[in-house]
């Protein structure tokens, strides 16, 4: 077809679509899609963004996802982003039925972005901070060696997981406390002095010390923000590598979202798409074409959880039972029917990944799709749990903290010395060693000092360490 | 744009480069990372029992991208069966270390290491741009092999039929332009340009490789696999080097025999050890088949030095003859699980000729340096 008139009809069919998705109640930004060759939208999905930085980790990355589609094994249909306005590829030779079926998915994922508690503080204009850093990476290259930065970066994307994606919470509980603390002063000095203060004192005074005490622990409370307890703690950081190392933790803070919200941004997109097209009117070919890609997108695996279809499955199950409660959940819970479309945008404005398995994978949904948890057991990896709620739970293990081992920083200066300890707060999953040992390194580079990490090995407390020169490992 | 609110472009993305930069510095590093573990990936058993594909998969753990997780092995995962999966059943199972992957695509558990694809060819420059050309001196009287025709010039005389067309039509574009006419039209006769061959002659140098096995009660698989690992370089790198290498498998016992390659690398027989028994006949196949003249001859000998005592000092005889026909000759031996004291390797230390190498092997990254000293630039120098 001639790209003009597909264009034209592309055009034609967004209007329809974006008409439909707004009747059904979506609410999404403004939209820019962009047609593009297959290599762009890879190394889009590479980098995550239309513009990053430079380094190699992206292009193994890109390269593994184009010599999948060069062998056919894979492709990406979309890439969305999120931001206002938001921006979505669609792929080029991408048959139009198949554009018109992103292009609804994608409008639910900006409804998503839009409207997901978790996504609030989500830099809208990340496209255009993530150009200005790209630039930024690149003149320090230029001033400190391709070599220096490319190393830097290595170190920092080391631990580029380890964020407080919550931290905007505690900043207002700080806050709280902090004025809290300043109203009980001003209440004080409000109080007329009295022979008698010297008691009142005396209280004070001893509760100073134990303050000082507390003062003198370094971090005061054990941090979980790892990157940011090293670029405002470390002596060993010049100003370029604080300002890469801020770049790569804020662009985790943008994506930390995505991550936590996977199960249910792509059930959502999966559940409007499928409303959408079918209300939109196809032909016989295209709605075979249409059933075959969808199907192909809910697929199952039996060693991985498809978050379209788990996600999918949820909406649809909450819609039901929401619009048709049973005698005892309207007496419960005091469900009066017909609420299941109210429900489920509620739950799309409120809850992540975690909380929306928690809440809402039910036994009859677990024992229907055929969920289980397997492990390995000698060269076989064979299904070990069957039981609703263990599945749920495990399924819930694997999503907390985004999937990664919770690290907080307890002293950063462990034996007086400057040394940095952290802690894994061990849940039953152990860390794999041969990472460890190869990521303290990283992290000495950063800190400058010796870095141990406690953790659980066997169901013993174990300390690895790393001084610069060597590796040990002591059971404590 | 329409409704104010969506807009659908198309735009040229043909200079867009970011991902395939970046893909280069991948791949830069991959084989940086690949030349720096050359000696565990030289005796890589997908390399050397490769099945005739030209890609191979190489592990390279230094472009894993390391940070604190867990031990996936160890963590339960989710999945989803069909409707009646039951409590042990088999997910999956690893492919067994040497078979390929049975498995369609998607279906494994994580990867948990990086795999890099490399072609052989690629793997075998990485390695061979290290070593040096051994003695690799043209033979006297190189062999006549034919008297070919090469088409290399350019003329502005010549044969009708051998009008170089693309050179022809560059002309008229050239001359119009400088006429201030662009375009093609208006072929003269100034604009003709002929194909215009000469006769040369190509020379055929050609390269024998004597293996040679010790295939002894003692030489377990262990030790075939490293000499086949060794073998296998060395055949490929002579092939860089000689427009023709042949190889010629001699195992022995207490007596040699020529056999095949598929019988070299896996029969073993019991029995001792005379390893003088396969000089003698080594020496025998280059008096009857590869005239010294005509031939660069590599021979190489692997055994574990389990040999008869009262035989060493014969065989350092036949080495000295062998020394007079041959390029280079070594000798691999290989420290297995036994380990013994008085082996032929001492007894070659009286052996001063530098066209002689010995190495030992104690495994399998010991392959890579073998090959080193064998092929060094340096013991190249010394001979002339």
Same mark, same amino acid.
């Not at chain 1, 032909?283 to 991985?304: C, L, P, W, Y």
């Not at chain 2, 039209?185 to 000469?198: A, V």
């Given at each position: 077809?001639?790209?003009?008139?597909?264009?034209?009809? =592309?055009?034609?069919?967004?209007?329809?679509?974006?008409?439909?998705?707004?009747?059904?109640?979506?609410?999404?930004?403004?939209?820019?899609?962009?047609?593009?060759?297959?290599?762009?939208?890879?190394?889009?999905?590479?980098?995550?963004?239309?513009?990053?930085?430079?380094?190699?980790?992206?292009?193994?990355?890109?390269?593994?996802? %184009?010599?999948?589609?060069?062998?056919?094994?894979?492709?990406?249909?979309?890439?969305?982003?999120?931001? @206002?306005?938001?921006?979505?590829?669609?792929?080029?030779?991408?048959?139009?039925?198949?554009?018109?079926?992103?292009?609804?998915?994608?409008?639910?994922?900006?409804?998503?972005? %839009?409207?997901?508690?978790?996504? %609030?503080?989500?830099?809208?204009?990340?496209?255009?901070?993530?150009?200005?850093?790209?630039?930024?990476?690149?003149?320090?290259?230029?001033?400190?060696?391709?070599?220096?930065?490319?190393?830097?970066? #290595?170190?920092? =994307?080391?631990?580029?997981?380890?964020?407080?994606?919550?931290?905007?919470?505690?900043?207002?509980?700080? =806050?709280?406390?902090?004025?809290? @603390?300043?109203?009980?002063?001003?209440?004080?000095?409000?109080?007329?002095?009295?022979?008698?203060?010297?008691?009142?004192?005396?209280?004070?005074?001893?509760?100073?010390?134990?303050?000082?005490? %507390?003062?003198?622990?370094?971090?005061?409370?054990?941090?979980?923000?790892?990157?940011?307890?090293?670029?405002?703690?470390?002596?060993?950081?010049?100003?370029?590598?604080?300002?890469?190392?801020?770049?790569?933790?804020?662009?985790?803070?943008?994506?930390?979202?995505?991550?936590?919200?996977?199960?249910?941004?792509?059930?959502?997109?999966?559940?409007?798409?499928?409303?959408?097209?079918?209300?939109?009117?196809?032909?016989?070919?295209?709605?075979?074409?249409?059933?075959?890609?969808?199907?192909?997108?809910?697929?199952?695996?039996?060693?991985?959880?498809?978050?379209?279809?788990?996600?999918?499955?949820?909406?649809?199950?909450?819609?039901?039972?929401?619009?048709?409660?049973?005698?005892?959940?309207? !007496?419960?819970?005091?469900?009066?029917?017909?609420?299941?479309?109210?429900?489920?945008?509620?739950?799309?404005?409120? !809850?992540?990944?975690?909380?929306?398995?928690?809440?809402?994978?039910?036994?009859?949904?677990?024992?229907?799709?055929?969920?289980?948890?397997?492990?390995?057991?000698?060269?076989?990896?064979?299904?070990?749990?069957? #039981?609703?709620?263990?599945?749920? #739970?495990?399924?819930?293990?694997?999503?907390? @903290?985004?999937?990664?081992?919770?690290?907080?920083?307890?002293?950063?200066?462990?034996?007086? @010395?400057?040394?940095?300890?952290?802690?894994?707060?061990?849940?039953?999953?152990?860390?794999?060693?041969?990472?460890?040992?190869?990521? =303290?390194?990283?992290?000495?580079?950063?800190?400058?000092?010796?870095?141990?990490?406690?953790?659980?090995?066997?169901?013993?407390?174990?300390?690895?360490?790393?001084?610069?020169?060597?590796?040990?490992?002591?059971?404590? | 744009?329409?409704?104010?609110?969506?807009?659908?472009?198309?735009?040229?993305?043909?200079?867009?480069?970011?991902?395939?930069?970046?893909?280069?510095?991948?791949?830069?590093?991959?084989?940086?990372?690949?030349?720096?573990?050359?000696?565990?990936?030289?005796?890589?058993?997908?390399?050397?029992?490769?099945?005739?594909?030209?890609?191979?998969?190489?592990?390279?753990?230094?472009?894993?991208?390391?940070?604190?997780?867990?031990?996936?092995?160890?963590?339960?995962?989710?999945?989803?069966?069909?409707?009646?999966?039951?409590?042990?059943?088999?997910?999956?199972?690893?492919?067994?270390?040497?078979?390929?992957?049975?498995?369609?695509?998607?279906?494994?558990?994580?990867?948990?290491?990086?795999?890099?694809?490399?072609?052989?060819?690629?793997?075998?420059?990485?390695?061979?741009?290290?070593?040096?050309?051994?003695?690799?001196?043209?033979?006297? &009287?190189p062999e006549l092999a034919s008297e070919s025709v090469e088409f290399k010039d350019v003329r502005k005389k010549g044969i009708a039929s051998n009008i170089d067309r693309k050179r022809t039509i560059m002309e008229v574009i050239k001359r119009n332009a400088l006429r201030g006419e662009p375009g093609l039209?208006?072929?003269?006769?100034?604009?003709?340009?002929?194909?215009?061959?000469?006769?040369?002659?190509?020379?055929?140098?050609?390269?024998?490789?004597?293996?040679?096995?010790?295939t002894s009660g003692s030489m377990g698989p262990f030790e075939k696999y490293i000499a086949r690992s060794f073998f296998f370089w060395m055949v490929r790198f002579l092939r860089t080097k000689y427009n023709n290498v042949q190889i010629v498998f001699l195992a022995h016992h207490t007596e040699a025999k020529?056999?095949?390659?598929?019988?070299?690398?896996? &029969?073993?027989?019991?029995?001792?050890?005379?390893?003088?028994?396969?000089?003698?006949?080594?020496?025998?196949?280059?008096?009857?088949?590869?005239?010294?003249?005509?031939?660069?001859?590599?021979?190489?000998?692997?055994?574990?030095?389990?040999?008869?005592?009262?035989?060493?000092?014969?065989?350092?005889?036949?080495?000295?003859?062998?020394?007079?026909?041959?390029?280079?000759?070594?000798?691999?031996?290989?420290?297995?699980?036994?380990?013994?004291?008085?082996?032929?390797?001492?007894?070659? &230390?009286?052996?001063?000729?530098?066209?002689?190498?010995?190495?030992?092997?104690?495994?399998?990254?010991?392959?890579?340096?073998?090959?080193?000293?064998?092929?060094?630039?340096?013991?190249g120098e010394a001979i002339n």
């Open positions: 077809m001639n790209p003009k008139d597909e264009l034209k009809i =592309l055009e034609d069919a967004l209007q329809v679509i974006n008409a439909k998705a707004k009747e059904l109640g979506l609410d999404f930004y403004n939209m820019f899609f962009e047609i593009c060759p297959a290599d762009i939208i890879y190394t889009f999905g590479a980098y995550g963004m239309p513009t990053r930085y430079s380094h190699w980790t992206f292009g193994k990355a890109y390269h593994k996802m %184009k010599t999948q589609y060069d062998y056919n094994l894979g492709r990406i249909y979309e890439m969305v982003i999120n931001s @206002n306005p938001c921006y979505a590829f669609l792929l080029e030779g991408n048959s139009i039925i198949q554009n018109k079926l992103v292009m609804a998915h994608v409008l639910a994922h900006c409804d998503f972005f %839009k409207n997901n508690a978790y996504f %609030k503080n989500t830099s809208r204009d990340m496209v255009e901070s993530m150009a200005a850093a790209s630039e930024r990476f690149r003149e320090y290259e230029f001033k400190h060696g391709r070599a220096k930065v490319e190393l830097f970066i #290595d170190a920092a =994307l080391s631990i580029q997981e380890h964020i407080e994606p919550r931290i905007m919470i505690r900043k207002g509980e700080e =806050l709280r406390k902090r004025r809290q @603390n300043e109203h009980k002063r001003a209440n004080y000095a409000e109080h007329p002095e009295t022979p008698y203060d010297d008691l009142w004192e005396l209280e004070e005074v001893r509760k100073d010390a134990s303050a000082d005490e %507390k003062e003198k622990k370094f971090p005061k409370e054990p941090e979980k923000d790892l990157m940011l307890f090293i670029i405002e703690h470390s002596k060993e950081l010049e100003d370029w590598q604080r300002d890469i190392m801020s770049v790569i933790r804020q662009e985790m803070f943008y994506f930390w979202p995505q991550m936590e919200t996977k199960i249910m941004n792509e059930g959502w997109a999966t559940y409007w798409h499928l409303r959408i097209m079918r209300d939109i009117h196809l032909d016989v070919n295209e709605t075979i074409e249409f059933a075959k890609m969808h199907s192909g997108i809910i697929q199952t695996s039996r060693t991985r959880i498809n978050p379209y279809t788990l996600g999918l499955k949820i909406f649809e199950d909450i819609e039901k039972r929401w619009d048709n409660p049973t005698s005892e959940e309207k !007496e419960r819970y005091g469900r009066s029917g017909g609420e299941g479309k109210e429900k489920i945008f509620e739950v799309r404005a409120n !809850e992540n990944d975690v909380s929306f398995l928690r809440n809402y994978l039910t036994k009859e949904l677990i024992e229907e799709m055929d969920l289980y948890l397997y492990k390995k057991v000698g060269n076989e990896w064979r299904v070990d749990e069957k #039981d609703w709620e263990k599945v749920r #739970d495990g399924l819930v293990a694997g999503l907390t @903290n985004g999937g990664y081992p919770y690290i907080t920083v307890q002293n950063g200066d462990y034996n007086k @010395n400057g040394e940095l300890y952290l802690k894994h707060h061990y849940e039953g999953t152990e860390l794999d060693v041969y990472y460890v040992e190869k990521t =303290l390194p990283y992290l000495y580079s950063l800190w400058g000092h010796t870095i141990h990490l406690e953790t659980v090995l066997d169901n013993k407390s174990v300390l690895f360490s790393f001084n610069g020169e060597k590796s040990s490992k002591k059971f404590m | 744009m329409s409704g104010g609110d969506f807009v659908i472009s198309r735009e040229d993305w043909s200079l867009h480069r970011k991902g395939e930069i970046d893909r280069e510095r991948h791949r830069e590093k991959v084989r940086e990372a690949i030349k720096k573990n050359l000696a565990d990936i030289v005796s890589e058993e997908s390399i050397i029992m490769h099945d005739g594909r030209k890609v191979i998969k190489v592990p390279i753990r230094s472009l894993d991208e390391f940070h604190f997780r867990f031990d996936y092995g160890k963590q339960k995962h989710g999945g989803q069966g069909d409707g009646n999966s039951k409590k042990g059943d088999v997910v999956y199972a690893d492919p067994q270390k040497g078979q390929g992957k049975s498995k369609g695509a998607g279906e494994e558990p994580g990867v948990d290491y990086y795999e890099a694809d490399i072609t052989i060819e690629e793997l075998a420059e990485m390695i061979f741009e290290d070593l040096g050309l051994p003695n690799l001196e043209q033979k006297k &009287k039209h208006g072929i003269t006769p100034e604009d003709l340009r002929y194909k215009t061959w000469d006769n040369t002659f190509k020379y055929e140098s050609n390269a024998v490789v004597l293996a040679m096995m010790d020529e056999t095949t390659e598929e019988e070299f690398f896996t &029969k073993g027989t019991s029995g001792g050890t005379r390893c003088s028994s396969v000089y003698k006949l080594a020496l025998d196949v280059i008096e009857k088949r590869y005239s010294p003249q005509d031939y660069n001859i590599y021979a190489f000998h692997f055994s574990d030095g389990d040999n008869l005592v009262s035989d060493n000092d014969n065989c350092i005889k036949l080495i000295n003859d062998l020394l007079k026909v041959c390029n280079m000759v070594g000798y691999g031996e290989i420290e297995g699980a036994y380990y013994y004291t008085s082996t032929l390797r001492t007894a070659f &230390k009286r052996i001063g000729n530098p066209k002689f190498t010995s190495v030992t092997i104690k495994d399998k990254s010991g392959v890579y340096p073998a090959l080193k000293k064998f092929f060094s630039q340096t013991q």
